[in-house]
């Protein structure tokens, strides 16, 4: 079976320029995602796209993507970026399984990694996800700032706590997806979707979260 891990490591991000080339700790997020690929025992071989020098520099030993810029906007689709990734990476021999990893997961550990493979591989689904639970109620705004949601709209009903079914949110740190299927529907979860189960972790999506993941190194609580 052939496992491969694909990092998209953009330069530039909607969260913060050169996001990934910052540290957390001893690593930068693109360093740090390439070594606990290379340490999973479920990834044989680690790639990382991008269209950055820098990323490409600093991701040490893992096999080099040149992402065409069209790919690589804050507009452009991951999808479309993995599936070229898959092309340049070859069929030869087929790969059965690509993990999606992001570097905006500091947080996250192998066993993360390889758990969520295993599950996939396990279920014999289309695509796993790592996930974690959640209590917080989902709302939304409306145009003119109104909040919508369970406990706010007269047709709802916000339950206790303990009363309500549990809920979980996906992680943003791996999807493991059967790489036929993926090529087959372009999507993600074009197949049947199933979900390993870890702790909650800080996800990167601005430089204000850098501040909150490196005070959480300094203190332990990762």
């Given at each position: 079976?052939?496992?491969?891990?694909?990092?998209?490591?953009?330069?530039?991000?909607?969260?913060?320029?050169?996001?990934?080339?910052?540290?957390?700790?001893?690593?930068?997020?693109?360093?740090?995602?390439?070594?606990?690929?290379?340490?999973?025992?479920?990834?044989?071989?680690?790639?990382?796209?991008?269209?950055?020098?820098?990323?490409?520099?600093?991701?040490?030993?893992?096999?080099?993507?040149?992402?065409?810029?069209?790919?690589?906007?804050d507009e452009a689709?991951?999808?479309?970026?993995?599936?070229?990734?898959?092309?340049?990476?070859?069929?030869?021999?087929?790969?059965?399984?690509?993990?999606?990893?992001?570097?905006?997961?500091?947080?996250?550990?192998?066993?993360?990694?390889?758990?969520?493979?295993?599950r996939l591989i396990d279920m014999q689904a289309g695509c796993a996800v790592a996930v974690a639970p959640t209590d917080a109620l989902q709302v939304t705004e409306d145009s003119i700032g109104r909040l919508h949601g369970i406990g706010l709209d007269l047709k709802t009903f916000a339950h206790r706590r303990q009363e309500r079914e549990q809920a979980y949110e996906i992680c943003g740190s791996i999807w493991a997806m059967d790489c036929k299927m993926f090529l087959r529907t372009g999507n993600a979860y074009g197949g049947t979707v199933v979900a390993h189960k870890v702790r909650r972790r800080l996800e990167i999506d601005s430089l204000a979260d850098l501040d909150d993941a490196r005070a959480m190194v300094r203190q332990n609580r990762t």
């Open positions: 079976m052939r496992e491969v891990a694909i990092i998209l490591g953009r330069g530039g991000s909607a969260g913060g320029s050169r996001k990934n080339l910052r540290k957390v700790g001893e690593h930068t997020l693109i360093r740090q995602a390439v070594l606990k690929c290379e340490a999973a025992r479920l990834i044989d071989e680690v790639y990382v796209s991008t269209e950055s020098m820098e990323i490409a520099k600093e991701s040490g030993c893992a096999n080099i993507i040149a992402r065409p810029d069209e790919l690589s906007t689709k991951t999808d479309d970026a993995v599936r070229h990734a898959i092309e340049v990476i070859g069929s030869d021999p087929p790969i059965d399984v690509v993990a999606v990893v992001q570097c905006t997961a500091p947080l996250m550990t192998i066993d993360e990694l390889d758990g969520t493979i295993r």
